[in-house]
């Protein structure tokens, strides 16, 4: 899911994509997306747990018909187009620092999406331990999103 929102990053290399066809991606707690596009309210209970059952049934279907394909001797990179676009991927980015700054100010930012949130706060974690100097200059003079993990690190390294 947040793999495919994050081609929007233009500018960063992808490489070493592994799928983990047995894993899937259910959320815990489904959202509606509101009129301001980068907002969403969380469903009750009820219609989260209706929502996470039509969901898995889903995937349990799709995931019967790859199994029934490689049976029959269908290739792996055929029979996966039936999958639902949820499961994991792994993956390696490569990037400038010009780029990693704009997506760490985007997707670091208190009002980015949850999943994306955990992703880019990840990054900067990793971006910290082994940058600590370019970490600070990124936070001191580009910085502009407002998270208070992000602000953590940066008095960590002060």
Known sequence: YIFRQMYRHKRPAWYGLVKMLDEFYIP??????T????AFEPFGDKENTELTGIF???IEDKRKYYGELLLAGVSPQLAERFLP??????VMRNSDGIELFNFLNLRCDRHAQEEHQRYALRTAE???QHF???FRAWYEE???GSNLKIDS?????S
Do not use: G, S
């Open 28 to 33: 815990k707690q489904w959202r509606a997306q």
């Open 35 to 38: 009129k301001d596009r980068y």
């Open 56 to 58: 898995t049934e889903y």
């Open 85 to 90: 676009y949820c499961f994991y991927v792994q």
């Open 126 to 128: 990793i971006f910290a």
């Open 132 to 134: 600590p100097i370019l």
């Open 142 to 144: 580009y910085w502009t």
């Open 153 to 157: 690190l940066y008095k960590q390294l």
